[in-house]
Structures are given as structure tokens and as C-alpha cells.
């Protein structure tokens, strides 16, 4: 385990009890990105869910993006339920670098040449404009680019199954992405654990 996690893992056990159990709750939902090759994660913070307020939990997740090393961006919000995604701008990018450009610029309506903080941005304008969540965004959440782009119908793949999302395609790539996924969350919760 990384240095920075073992120092936060010392210092959690020192905090207020909401506090360290949303960090704990934090850590092993955002395993993926921090331990697996996942691009970013969406987490639902709602009101009822925690003793601290949705603003104290993204305070939490504010204070901790440097220690960890991840990005995050509010992408829709309500007095009762906030969504954020947290993200590695790194992997998005990689992710955004390999869908097709006519596929990105034409099907999508986005620019080739956008950046993660961007691309996440414009996915929560539309979210918010629409009021439902642009099936794109499974771009920056590490999901295989066939299988988004397959779901999107913008590929023409049979559907072959599912692990988590809808696989489209050879499922073998996929289903090894979903298991490294699983691991990253099993190593998170047993370095807790221990």
C-alpha cells in the first residue's frame, strides 16, 4: 500500500466518527481509480445517507483529492443528492485520446480535442439539461470504449453479456476489467481491515 494511505489510515482512527466513516466508505468506493486502471467513479452522495451534511462530505473529498491524487468534479446537485465524480485526469484523457474523432466530434457533439475536466463538465451540462445521465460519461468511468460505445449504438457489436455494465463484443477484455476492478475494492477493504 501506498505511503499516503498509511498516514491517512493512522490519522482517520484520530477523527470525529462521521467523518471517519465517510473517509472509510470514500476509500473503498473509489478503490477502483486509486489501485485498478478504472478512469473515474460516480458516487451519489444523498442527504440521509451520513450524519455529515453533503456539503461536509465534499469538503472531505476536497481535502483528500491532493493526498490521494485524484480529481473530482460536482456534476449535478439538489438539496437532497449530490453527484461526484471522481477521477484520474490521466486515465480520461487515454480514455477520450481513443474514441474514434468523427465518432466524438460527430455522433457526441464534442470537440476531439477536449480535455477530462472539460469533457466532465459538458457530461454535467447535458445531465442536468436533459435530466438524465449522457451514456458518454462511461468514457471517464473506465468502462472498455467498446462496450460505451456500443451500448450508444454508435458500434455496431452484438451485446455478449454483462458484468457490472453491458459488455458489446469480444467479452474477454471486459470481463478482466470488471475482475481487476473487484480486486482494487477486496485489497481497499482489507487494508482496512488489518
Known amino acids: 500500500m501506498r505511503p499516503q494511505f498509511e498516514v491517512w489510515k493512522t490519522q482517520v482512527s484520530h477523527l470525529p466518527e462521521a467523518k471517519a466513516k465517510f473517509e472509510k466508505w470514500l476509500f473503498v468506493h473509489i ?20 450524519k455529515l451534511s453533503i456539503n461536509q ?3 472531505r473529498i476536497t481535502a483528500l483529492a491532493p493526498l490521494w491524487k ?3 468534479l460536482v456534476l449535478c446537485r439538489s438539496p437532497f443528492c449530490a453527484r461526484v465524480i ?3 485526469q490521466a486515465k480520461v ?3 477520450l485520446s481513443k474514441v474514434p474523432r468523427c465518432v466524438f466530434f460527430n ?11 472539460e469533457f466532465l463538465e459538458e457530461v454535467g451540462r447535458r445531465w442536468r439539461h436533459k435530466g438524465q445521465i449522457p451514456h458518454e460519461i462511461g468514457l471517464a468511468l473506465g468502462y472498455p470504449i467498446k462496450d460505451v460505445l456500443g451500448y450508444m449504438g454508435l458500434v455496431p457489436l452484438p451485446c455478449t453479456g454483462g ?3 453491458r459488455i ?19 485489497q481497499a477493504i482489507a487494508f482496512l481491515n488489518r
Not at 457526441?108 to 477530462?116: L, Q, R
Not at 458489446?168 to 477486496?186: I, V, W
Open 31 to 50: 478503490a477502483r481509480v486509486l489501485f485498478a486502471d478504472k478512469a473515474g467513479e460516480l458516487l451519489m452522495l444523498r442527504a440521509e445517507q451520513s
Open 86 to 88: 471522481i477521477y484520474d
Open 70 to 72: 485524484y480529481s473530482y
Open 168 to 186: 458489446y463484443g469480444n467479452p474477454n477484455p471486459s470481463l478482466r476489467r470488471s475482475l481487476e476492478f473487484e480486486r482494487a475494492k477486496g
Open 107 to 117: 455522433e457526441m457533439s464534442y470537440p476531439h480535442d477536449i480535455g477530462p475536466t
Open 163 to 165: 458484468c457490472g455494465w
Open 93 to 95: 484523457q487515454k480514455a
Open 57 to 59: 462530505r465534499i469538503e
